[in-house]
């Protein structure tokens, strides 16, 4: 079992910052890649950035040079730093993970979600 806890979320004026979190734990062999989606009232999800294994990232277009993805392996724990925050970025944030545990078998694992609030 793969478990995932986020935590960061919350109001924030336009222009504000804020940094999630979120921590794996349980029965992991490798962490192949981690990521940052999210999903506002009636849009699809969307990747908002991503981090591979070897530490290659990804982002939505949109928040290029506003928001960074980084980790820390020692805490098996991935972060969404997110400044200069826009009222349409006003969405549930979810953490995604991906890799192997230690049956070598492939898992994929969802956090709960966060609300991120940006009022103009």
């Known amino acids: 079992q793969v478990q995932l806890v986020e935590s960061g979320g919350g109001l924030v004026q336009a222009g504000g910052s804020l940094r999630l979190s979120c921590a794996t734990s349980g029965s992991i062999f490798s962490l192949n890649a981690q990521g940052w989606y999210r999903q506002a009232p009636g849009k699809q999800r969307e990747m908002v950035a991503r981090?591979?294994?070897?530490?290659?990232?990804t982002y939505l277009d949109s928040v290029k040079g506003r928001f960074t993805i980084s980790r820390d392996n020692d805490k098996k724990t991935v972060y969404l730093q997110m400044s200069s925050l826009k009222p349409e970025d006003t969405a549930v944030y979810y953490c995604?993970?991906?890799?192997?545990?230690?049956?070598?078998?492939?898992?994929?694992?969802w956090g709960q979600g966060t609300q991120v609030t940006v009022s103009s």
């Open positions: 995604n993970v991906k890799g192997y545990n230690f049956d070598r078998a492939f898992y994929e694992v």
């Open positions: 981090i591979t294994r070897g530490g290659s990232t």
